[in-house]
């Protein structure tokens, strides 16, 4: 979820819009959930007839993005932080336990879904010792635990590590460095992702196992194709103005958005999960409409997010400047 000002480096825009696109879809996908008790996750059984697209194109659709995203940004930190100290997995494993600190008061305070403290303990155990690693070994590991995860089913989140690394080796690669050169390879890879996903998701339909969170890698996969595909295309300005502010300020949004659902499920009251489809798109798009407008007016004046800078503060023990001037 990381949007770190890489110094030195120009940003990857590519990366802002993709990243702030995915926040709009977990926000969309987080709405009951958060609302209901702040903590109980709606299954699929409790949902209504009317909230099965969202099964379809959203639900655990977003959050594999957000994974590869936590990698690239992890390897790219690494790299930043090895030009400029001796020290970089120092560097890492503070910024990885300060993550620790602000999720597990997320998930106390706010929301038991936080998302935040696992992906620290991940980093942790998996991301922060694989940079030790030759990058095809990395590579070869994330093949594995991706294709272990899948094959046990063993949950929403086991994919993470295998999406951790996918990402850390795409940046080792020189993949995203690459990212914005050519749409061939993305709109190729965006027809296999969607001609997979048909019989993914008619195999999620019939409740085999494994199909919810292969669907899931294949629709994300192809979303991220079609972004990229369209960043080739006049649309471009568009899509950065709409996504890049999200995108750039993520960290602080994700947070301030279970307050804001929090706040709308007191005000509308009732059993969130039986809400109409209807107050889920109202309050998802409200709370996104409020945060575009936040998120581009702070970035007017300061180089990130609020959150992130502090993250920023935490991880290079020193105080980073936050006005654009």
């Known amino acids: 979820m990381s949007s770190e000002v890489r110094q030195g480096r120009p940003r990857i825009a590519a990366l802002d819009v993709i990243r702030g696109f995915a926040l709009c879809g977990i926000l969309l996908?987080?709405?009951?959930?958060?609302?209901?008790?702040?903590?109980?996750?709606?299954?699929?059984?409790?949902?209504s007839a009317a909230h099965a697209w969202l099964g379809l194109l959203v639900d655990q659709r977003f959050y594999p993005i957000f994974s590869v995203l936590f990698g690239i940004g992890f390897s790219l930190l690494l790299r930043s932080a090895a030009e400029r100290?001796?020290?970089?997995?120092?560097?890492?494993l503070r910024r990885?336990?300060?993550?620790?600190?602000?999720?597990l008061a997320h998930h106390l305070l706010l929301w038991q879904g936080d998302i935040l403290a696992v992906y620290a303990v991940v980093g942790l155990v998996v991301l922060l010792p694989s940079t030790w690693l030759p990058r095809w070994a990395v590579a070869?590991?994330?093949?594995?635990?991706?294709?272990?995860?899948?094959?046990?089913?063993?949950?929403?989140?086991a994919v993470v590590p295998?999406?951790?690394l996918l990402g850390s080796a795409l940046t080792r690669y020189?993949?995203?460095?690459r990212i914005e050169r050519s749409a061939r390879v993305p709109a190729l890879l965006g027809v296999l992702f969607a001609a997979l996903a048909v019989p993914a998701s008619l195999l999620q339909a019939g409740e085999v196992r494994f199909a919810m969170a292969l669907a899931g890698l294949l629709i994300a996969g192809g979303y991220v194709c079609g972004l990229l595909v369209l960043l080739r295309t006049p649309l471009r300005p568009v899509l950065e103005?709409?996504?890049?502010?999200?995108?750039?300020?993520?960290?602080?949004?994700y947070l301030t958005a279970t307050m804001l659902v929090l706040m709308a499920a007191a005000l509308l009251g009732g059993a969130p999960h039986e809400w109409p489809l209807a107050w889920v798109l109202i309050i998802a798009g409200a709370i996104l409409l409020l945060q575009w407008l936040w998120s581009t007016l702070w970035l007017g004046r300061y180089r990130q997010g609020p959150i992130e800078w502090l993250w920023r503060w935490a991880t290079w023990a020193r105080r980073p400047a936050l006005r654009t001037s």
């Open 96 to 103: 990885l336990l300060a993550l620790l600190a602000l999720g």
């Open 174 to 177: 020189g993949v995203i460095d």
């Open 241 to 253: 103005a709409v996504f890049a502010p999200l995108g750039r300020m993520a960290l602080t949004n």
């Open 29 to 47: 996908a987080n709405v009951r959930p958060i609302a209901d008790a702040g903590g109980v996750v709606v299954s699929e059984t409790q949902a």
């Open 162 to 164: 295998g999406l951790f």
């Open 140 to 157: 070869g590991l994330a093949l594995a635990l991706l294709t272990g995860a899948l094959v046990l089913a063993a949950g929403q989140f």
């Open 85 to 92: 100290t001796a020290r970089p997995r120092l560097l890492l």
